[in-house]
């Protein structure tokens, strides 16, 4: 009867070995699950603040929008501005509709807007600078344009644009 004894104990050794190691995955399972749910916390936390500050950057970009445009409709010099820059251009756009209309000839419009064009590339860089700028204010675009100017960090903007405005032979 001894040895059934000492053979129970045996088996009762190797339950409680097997009782530990079931109790020690049970607690790293419980660990791995407490950190996984504590890197996601962080995380959202993380993209909490970052839409938080896209917020707060929008609506601060708006009001300096809207005092920009309060400011404007009290001064005279932009508009004058304005229509200096965007002189050329608006010359480019109707000077082959005039010149079809006196010759009577519309079938040269086409070739007409592209001489006209052409013509237009050839003016000085800063003008295409100053054009673009004052699309951009004239029209509100402020916020897609530094959003354009953004995806060009890193690169040469300047010859980009340039390609951009060069007339295609």
Same mark, same amino acid.
């Given at each position: #009867? ?6 129970? $104990? ?26 996984? #749910?504590? @890197?996601?916390?962080?995380? +959202?936390?993380?993209? @909490? ?7 707060? $950057?929008? @609506?601060?970009?708006?009001? #300096? ?49 592209? @001489? ?39 690169? $040469?903007?300047?010859?980009? +644009?340039? $390609? #951009? ?5």
């Amino acid at each position: #009867m001894k040895w059934l004894k000492l053979v129970g $104990n045996l088996l009762g050794i190797g339950a409680g070995a097997l009782e530990r190691k079931s109790k020690l995955k049970e607690l790293k399972a419980q660990n791995a699950q407490q950190i996984l #749910m504590a @890197e996601t916390k962080s995380k +959202v936390k993380v993209i @909490e603040a970052q839409t938080q500050r896209t917020i707060s $950057n929008d @609506e601060a970009d708006n009001r #300096m929008d809207w005092e920009g445009q309060k400011q404007k409709s009290k001064s005279w010099k932009d508009d004058v501005l304005t229509y200096l820059i965007l002189s050329p251009f608006a010359s480019a756009v109707i000077t082959p509709y005039i010149k079809a209309y006196k010759s009577q000839d519309w079938t040269q419009l086409v070739p007409d807007t592209s @001489e006209s064009f052409e013509t237009l590339a050839k003016m000085p860089e800063f003008y295409m600078w100053a054009l673009l700028l004052v699309i951009v204010d004239v029209l509100a675009f402020r916020r897609i344009a530094f959003s354009v100017f953004k995806d060009f960090k890193g690169t $040469n903007l300047l010859s980009s +644009v340039k $390609n #951009m405005f060069k007339s295609k032979k």
